[in-house]
């Protein structure tokens, strides 16, 4: 067997439920959940288990709620013996990521990414900026869209998700140009998304800005597994690596497609999606169909998975 990559969800990929059955069933799971709301001072855990997809949908609740769920499903998989050999994780689940390297304390990535949405919701007034999925056309031409429809404000590329899927970000106006250029331009999709601000983009700046200070008062320790940032698509082992790497991640595009390929590269043949959804599933598929991609968000998903890499282990043995 090759080696074993879990990879951790950003936002988007919330939904109403998420992480219950797991904690109903998982001690393991059930003190993550408890952990996070005595972290915050309010039940996130209810959020996820009860709350509504508009409460979900906050920037400020989304990013704890994923980060918690993602961390609880991954405790279960180390109480089932299961471990990774590299971590890597989409914009906020580069967060999860680091507390399942060791790299950062559960509770303060949990005060951490509830303070990063809220800076990121208040970077930019709302109507402001805006975010946009392009479909069919490579980066390059993504890229070369956002130049001629950017007219003095800002557009660029946010995500290089997969050679198929461009995420882009900045004002609304310009975002709104870019998606008719795409489609006169033959993309096979151009859609404005459903979200509260434009992330990855300049205009995150005073968001950039006020969790720099955050990040430079917490304790990082150094990863007991290598992790591959979204700023550099490079791997790092070091605590005030992984620290610069979020401050500049803020601004920055998240660079997956090219961080998917360097975890090949290092001999990855097996991805774990650790955490709710299956958009970075999705997205590896459309990266490179040889590797294998598992995902584990509930009691189902976690028997199919632990049985599929037992199996792979046993076989390699």
């Known amino acids: 067997m090759g080696k074993v990559a879990f990879v951790f969800p950003g936002q988007a990929s919330q939904y109403p439920g998420m992480g219950k059955e797991l904690a109903d069933k998982n001690p393991a799971a059930k003190t993550a959940f408890d952990e996070a709301d005595k972290a915050l001072g309010f039940?996130?855990?209810?959020?996820?288990?009860?709350?509504?997809?508009?409460?979900?949908k906050l920037t400020a609740n989304t990013q704890p709620?994923?980060?918690?769920?993602?961390?609880?499903?991954f405790r279960v998989l180390a109480e089932k013996g299961l471990s990774p050999d590299f971590v890597a994780g989409h914009?906020?689940?580069e967060y999860?990521?680091?507390?399942?390297a060791g790299a950062l304390k559960f509770a303060d990535a949990v005060q951490l990414v509830r303070k990063r949405g809220t800076y990121m919701q208040d970077a930019v007034p709302a109507g402001v900026g805006a975010m946009a999925a392009i479909m069919g056309l490579s980066p390059a031409v993504v890229a070369d869209v956002c130049k001629r429809a950017a007219d003095g404000e800002v557009c660029a590329p946010a995500n290089?998700?997969?050679?198929?899927?461009?995420?882009i970000s900045g004002h609304a106006s310009a975002i709104k140009r870019a998606v008719e250029l795409a489609s006169q331009a033959g993309a096979k999709r151009a859609v404005i998304l459903a979200v509260s601000a434009p992330?990855?983009?300049?205009?995150?700046?005073p968001a950039q800005e006020k969790l720099e200070k955050d990040l430079r008062s917490i304790a990082f320790s150094n990863l007991r597994v290598p992790l591959v940032t979204n700023v550099d698509a490079d791997t790092i082992e070091h605590g005030d690596e992984a620290r610069e790497a979020l401050i500049r991640q803020v601004?920055?595009?998240?660079?997956?497609?090219?961080s998917v390929r360097l975890l090949i590269d290092e001999g990855v043949n097996t991805f774990v999606e650790v955490g709710p959804g299956r958009v970075l599933s999705?997205?590896?598929?459309?990266?490179?169909?040889?590797?294998?991609t598992l995902n584990v968000e509930d009691e189902k998903s976690l028997a199919a998975t632990v049985e599929r890499i037992a199996g792979a282990r046993s076989d390699a043995a």
Do not use: Y
Not at 43 to 56: D, P, Q, V, W, Y
Not at 65 to 73: D, E, G, W
Not at 96 to 100: P, Q, T, Y
Not at 282 to 292: F, H, M, N, T
């Open 199 to 205: 992330f990855h983009s300049a205009l995150m700046a």
């Open 96 to 100: 999860s990521a680091l507390v399942a």
């Open 282 to 292: 999705g997205l590896l598929r459309q990266i490179e169909r040889s590797v294998a």
């Open 43 to 56: 039940s996130i855990s209810k959020m996820c288990f009860e709350g509504t997809e508009e409460e979900l």
């Open 160 to 167: 290089l998700n997969s050679p198929d899927q461009t995420v």
């Open 251 to 258: 601004t920055m595009p998240v660079r997956w497609e090219e």
């Open 65 to 73: 709620a994923i980060l918690t769920c993602s961390v609880a499903v």
């Open 91 to 93: 914009s906020l689940g």
